[in-house]
T-cell receptor
């Protein structure tokens, strides 16, 4: 199956700093990538859809100025949590969309655990 | 808007036995895909099986198979010969077919926690 990497796997930062998370599709090109947030024992919550070469589409209630998304190439999308606060502590997961008529599928990265002190 | 419902928060099965996880969905779309993803304690989301709505034949992947009932909007997952490594949270998910063949967003159910015991 398709492989998606995500870095870092975990990060601890001080309140007020910014954190960048990278998501890469290793063996396929992804015109669309997705960013999710997951709270303990809950399902995944879609934050935004990232399209290569264009602005991301954010879900209702997600602050686009706080969660900056860049999709500069067909294999890389980044999520930057700006001025992080303890309430931003969570598990962030990216996925890359495999395109092609009747092949559409999302493959997930291993996730990033963020702890803001 | 689409909704996905998993009515079994937790299930348990003995090793080597068979278990079925339920999923129902609601949509007005005619072309879509359905998925089962597995999330073990490592929290990595792993694709288990995929079904194209236009196909009547149920998808199978080794010990995993689905019972897809389009009219009833039901998509259950059957795990045969359960193994300890099958212990995980299982999520059912819906994706509508895009116009250009680009993957669109997934709508997830709330998940079923499966415990495989000795």
């Amino acid at each position: 199956g398709a492989v998606v990497s995500q870095h870092p796997s975990w990060v601890i930062c001080k309140s007020g700093t910014s954190v960048k998370i990278e998501c890469r599709s290793l063996d396929f090109q992804a015109t669309t990538m997705f960013w999710y947030r997951q709270f303990p024992k809950q399902s995944l919550m879609l934050m935004a859809t990232s399209n290569e070469g264009s602005k991301a589409t954010y879900e209702q209630g997600v602050e686009k100025d706080k969660f900056l998304i860049n999709h500069a190439s067909l294999t890389l999308s980044t999520l930057t949590v700006t001025s992080a606060h303890p309430e931003d502590s969570s598990f962030y997961i990216c996925s890359a969309g495999l395109a092609g008529r009747n092949q559409e599928t999302q493959y997930f990265g291993p996730g990033t655990r963020l702890l803001v002190l | 808007a689409q909704t996905v419902t998993q009515s079994q928060p937790e299930m348990s099965v003995q090793e080597a036995e068979t278990v079925t996880l339920s999923c129902t969905y609601d949509t007005s779309e005619s072309n879509y895909y359905l998925f089962w993803y597995k999330q073990p304690p490592s929290r990595q989301m792993i694709l288990v099986i995929r079904q194209e709505a236009y196909k009547q034949q149920n998808a199978t992947e080794n010990r995993f198979s689905v019972n897809f009932q389009k009219a009833a909007k039901s998509f259950s997952l059957k795990i045969s010969d359960s193994q300890l490594g099958d212990t995980a949270m299982y999520f059912c998910a819906f994706m509508k077919q895009g116009f250009t063949g680009t993957a669109s967003k997934l709508t997830f159910g709330t998940g079923t926690r499966l415990q495989v015991t000795l």
